[in-house]
């Protein structure tokens, strides 16, 4: 566990909790430095995210920021697309998967680039 | 017409999450703004989403094995530490550079993914 694995989990960490999709960087690092597989590195980006996302919910819930009925309507209906992402990702060979998901960091990044606003 | 908004959103979100296992924040987090909530709740309220998500996923991928639960272990706590210090720093610095050089690098990264051979 050197210092530029800890530095990319807590970078991505840091990203992941301003909801700039930081978790990709964490996957991409993984894939490209330690040599995991694409669905390892989703895999342990997604445990690592419990954890981070766990102790903020709480505190912003208790802070009143989070709203039950913009979440639970989000959730139930991402449960079904969740379903539908499983089976795709049972059915798509890994090379594939890799291509959708730089084609995703793409789309994300010039999302970023352009927005105007905060 | 607004639910059925809700519904495609938080199905992409769902279909991002289990089939990357990253980035269905970006989409919720402009849908929930769009909504009328502001920058702080519209993250508040998209981490609310993707953690149930997140954690079937993760249960998901780990029932299939596609992961180690040792090498997950590994790199948790600086992720953890990482979104403490995130919350921290939302408050004080402006985000607009740090956005800038975070959509460059993901372009970057996603480029090179798509080409590698």
Redesign the interface.
Known sequence: ?NAI????????????????????????Y?IRYMG??Q???????????????????VI??KNK???KK??I??????????????L??DKLPEEI?????????????????F?KN? | MQ?LI?????????????????????I??P??KR?G?R????????????????????A???F?G????G??L???P??????????F??KKIS??A???A???????????????G
Do not use: H
Not at chain 1, 5 to 28: E, H, K, N, R, Y
Not at chain 1, 39 to 57: D, E, M, S, V
Not at chain 2, 39 to 58: D, G, H, N, R, Y
Not at chain 2, 66 to 69: A, G, Q, R, T, V
């Open positions: 566990m694995s800890m530095a990319a989990a807590f970078l991505s960490g840091i990203l992941g909790s301003m909801g700039l999709g930081g978790g990709t960087v964490l996957v991409v993984l995991f597989s669905t390892a590195a989703q895999g342990i980006n997604l445990l690592c995210f419990i954890p981070t996302a766990l102790g903020a919910t912003y819930t920021l989070t709203d913009t979440v309507p989000l959730v139930l209906w991402g449960l079904i697309g969740s379903a539908a992402g499983f795709l990702l998967l890799r291509k959708l998901f730089g084609g995703f960091l793409v789309m994300l990044g010039l999302k970023e680039l927005s905060r | 639910g809700t519904a495609f959103a938080g199905t992409v979100i769902g279909v991002i999450n289990a089939l990357f296992g990253a980035g269905g924040g970006t919720a987090v849908f929930i909504r909530k920058q702080k709740e519209a993250q508040a309220s998209s981490i609310a989403v993707i953690l149930p998500l997140s954690t079937l996923s993760a998901v991928y780990y299939k596609y992961f180690d639960i090498d997950a590994k790199f948790l600086f992720s953890v530490l990482g979104g403490i210090a995130g919350s720093i939302m985000d607009k740090l956005k800038k975070f959509s460059l690098l993901m372009i970057y990264l996603g480029v090179r993914m798509i080409f590698k």
